[in-house]
Structure formats: C-alpha cells, structure tokens
C-alpha cells in the first residue's frame, strides 16, 4: 500500500535490479507491465504481484530472496507498549532520503503539521505560510516518496471533496554513534500489518 511499501519501494528496487543479470531484467519490466501494467517499483506495493512474476521468471518458489533483500534495507520489532513497531534503516540510501527529507525547512514543516493529524494540503500550506506553489511541490513529493499517505475526504465550501493526509509513521528518532546514524522508524501497528512487504515475513 502507499505509505511505508512505497517508503521502502526505490531501495527494494534497486536490490531487485542488482541481483538480476540485464536480460532477466528486461524481461521483468515487460511481464511485469504487459500482466499488470506496472512498473517493478509499484510491484513493490503489492508484493504478491511481484513474487508471482519472479516465480514465473525465475523459478522462485517462496519470499526467502525477498526477504533476504529486505533484511538488508530494514529490521523491524514491536515497541515494549505494543501500539508500534519499530523499523530500523540499515541502507545507506534510505537513510540519506529521510536526512535530505527532514533537512529540507518546507518539509520538515509539511511533515510535523501531519505527523498523527489528517489534513488538507490546503489547510497545512495556510497554518505553516508555505507558499501554494512550492507547498504542493513538495506535498506531491512527500505523496510520491511514501511520506505521507491518503487517510480521507474532507468536503470543502463548494461540496467538493478534498483529500486528506497524514504520515505513515508516529515518530522518527535520529542518533549518531561513532561513525554510524541510526534511524529508527515508530509505525502505528495496524498501518504497519496492512503493509504488503512485511506481510511476507
């Protein structure tokens, strides 16, 4: 689903491509959208569409390659309340998304007026005084990137529906040790078990 599959999507492609010789790949891309009409990074939003055409292509049986490559992007466990779990990023790449993503003023202001709330680009641009272009800018990215994901429908002045967001995640906590950044990820628990990914696991 949109939100933390789509999160983890360009890092889970990027894995799926390296361990594919260029042939096998060409050859993914084209099952892939003449069955579904879909890329192998949407695939990822819902995995048993991608594992049904790694079976037919590759013979795969089961998830464990899958998951072999998901253990590389991420750990995940129940917090100690067992309202969230925690997602740990181990790919570097991952974590320079979320870096750049926070770093950035006009989205680190998008993301904190959503973070737990369900509310309109509209609504958010006019409590942070984000500008209307730049605002839906970079709301349309945060949509795209994962960050932030449909919750409903809000009817405006002129009855026409409008959608409303939140973030996929509760809380994100930085800390730097020695040379590493860790990044740990609260996800409410039922976002988190309507995700296609980890329902492999």
Do not use: W
């Not at 360009?10 to 060409?26: P, Q, V």
């Amino acid at each position: 689903m949109p939100g933390i599959d789509r999160f983890l999507s360009e890092s889970l492609e990027i894995a799926i491509k390296k361990n594919l010789k260029a042939e096998a790949e060409y050859q993914m891309k084209k099952i892939m959208f003449a069955k579904y009409g879909i890329s192998i990074r949407q695939s990822i939003e819902d995995i048993e569409k991608l594992h049904q055409i790694r079976k037919e292509l590759l013979g795969e049986s089961d998830y464990s390659q899958l998951k072999k490559y998901l253990s590389k992007i991420c750990t995940f466990k129940k917090s100690d309340d067992g309202k969230y779990y925690i997602i740990t990023i181990l790919d570097d790449f991952l974590k320079r998304k979320l870096v750049d993503t926070i770093g950035d003023d006009e989205s680190r202001n998008v993301l904190t007026a959503m973070t737990d709330k369900n509310r309109t680009t509209s609504d958010v641009l006019r409590l942070r005084k984000i500008s209307t272009t730049s605002g839906y800018r970079k709301v349309n990215a945060l949509i795209r990137d994962g960050f932030l994901i449909q919750t409903k429908r809000k009817m405006v002045e002129n009855r026409r529906p409008v959608d409303q967001y939140t973030t996929f995640y509760h809380k994100i906590l930085f800390e730097v040790k020695k040379d590493d950044l860790s990044l740990e990820i609260f996800v409410n628990k039922k976002l988190f078990e309507s995700s296609s990914v980890f329902d492999i696991l």
